[in-house]
């Protein structure tokens, strides 16, 4: 069966510090992966979805990137956090066409000062 | 461009009765799917129920159900004889069937308490 993890799943880091949240997926190939945000009472925001290594679409532009160096690696980075980063983000992955379900992991909640 | 709208930021139900969450959303696409997804204070969102636009009969999974009007573009779900563990965040989505589309698109959430 397939799993998905998302490390670390709690992070307080200060304002200016770089950013680096990981998310891996077993059991599958080949998946399409998705970084979210979910801001304190929001919905959820879609940040970057890739559907193979090397290829991210970005959704809102900002001071955060993501990067799949592996088929089953998605990595949201950051040089420079702001306030505003600060939220809860979740990676889920789906099996490549539009319409599959997405699966979501367990999230990391982040916290910039 | 799709929307969806998810109009009750919070309701409460007390725990045996049945509750129904609204979502209505915008397209003028004739295919697509759409899914209503769990979020309990644990954060881990969980599909709930999913349905495709060409389907005219509703999904049921267990103790939920949507009703789905495509030509009034709602979907709502229906929960059942609801039980302590139905508290959470419940997200309507919506995708749309189109080649190259990869993206979901989700309505700012309905808090639901279930009352003991």
């Known amino acids: 069966s397939q799993t998905i993890h998302q490390w670390p799943a709690t992070l307080v880091q200060p304002v200016g510090s770089p950013l680096s949240l990981e998310c891996t997926v077993e059991g599958t190939s080949n998946p399409n992966l998705y970084w979210y945000r979910q801001a304190a009472g929001r919905g959820l925001q879609l940040l970057f979805y890739s559907v193979g290594i090397g290829q991210i679409s970005s959704e809102v532009p900002q001071n955060l990137s993501a990067s799949r160096p592996q088929d089953r690696q998605f990595i949201l980075s950051s040089k420079k956090l702001l306030l505003s980063d600060s939220g809860f983000y979740l990676c889920?992955?789906?099996?490549?066409?539009?319409?599959?379900?997405?699966?979501f992991g367990p999230g990391t909640r982040l916290t910039v000062l | 461009a799709q929307t969806v709208t998810q109009s009750q930021p919070e309701m409460s139900v007390q725990e045996a009765e049945t509750v129904t969450l609204s979502c209505t959303y915008d397209t003028s696409e004739s295919n697509y799917y759409l899914f209503w997804y769990k979020q309990p204070p644990s954060r881990q969102m969980i599909l709930v129920i999913r349905?495709?636009?060409?389907?005219?009969q509703n999904a049921t999974e267990n103790r939920f159900s949507v009703n789905f009007q495509k030509a009034a573009k709602s979907f709502s779900l229906k929960i059942s004889d609801s039980q302590l563990g139905d508290t959470a965040m419940y997200f309507c989505?919506?995708?749309?069937?189109?080649?190259?589309?990869?993206?979901?698109?989700f309505g700012t959430g309905t808090r639901l308490k279930v009352l003991a």
């Open positions: 889920a992955w789906a099996p490549g066409r539009a319409t599959d379900t997405q699966y």
């Open positions: 989505a919506f995708t749309r069937v189109a080649s190259g589309t990869y993206k979901y698109i």
């Open positions: 349905q495709e636009a060409y389907k005219q």
